[in-house]
């Protein structure tokens, strides 16, 4: 069975960094694409990036582009994301997800093993 966990989540205050890690076990990890999405209070789960199989391709979001950056070891089966230049609107519960397959996409429904999630915290 698929177990997916992340951590690094915590309060950080605005302009501040912060990186997530998540690892992904019972799976040959370069096979799979690895995403990140979060979900704000009150508000439906997003994209904000992701990464193909290989590390060669990486999507963001509007609102991650130039301040978060995802990457993998596909030695250590972790896929990572710094996040940088916080904002208070970056708060949320941040899940790392596995695709289908080795292909990249910000389709949620492309995804079909979640983490549990860790909480991002940006005051202001």
């Known amino acids: 069975q698929v177990q997916v966990v992340e951590s690094g989540g915590g309060l950080v205050q605005a302009g501040g960094s912060l990186r997530l890690s998540c690892t992904a076990s019972e799976l040959t990890f370069s096979n799979y694409a690895m995403a990140w999405f979060r979900q704000a209070p009150g508000k439906e789960r997003e994209f904000v990036a992701a990464i193909s199989g290989r590390g060669w391709t990486t999507y963001y979001s509007d609102s991650a582009k130039g301040r978060f950056t995802i990457s993998r070891d596909n030695v250590k089966s972790t896929v990572s994301l710094q996040m940088s230049s916080l904002k208070p609107e970056d708060t949320a519960v941040y899940y790392c997800?596995?695709?289908?397959?080795?292909?990249?996409?910000?389709?949620?429904?492309?995804?079909?093993?979640w983490g549990q999630g860790t909480q991002v915290t940006v005051s202001s």
């Open positions: 997800a596995v695709a289908r397959d080795r292909v990249a996409t910000t389709t949620e429904t492309d995804y079909n093993h």
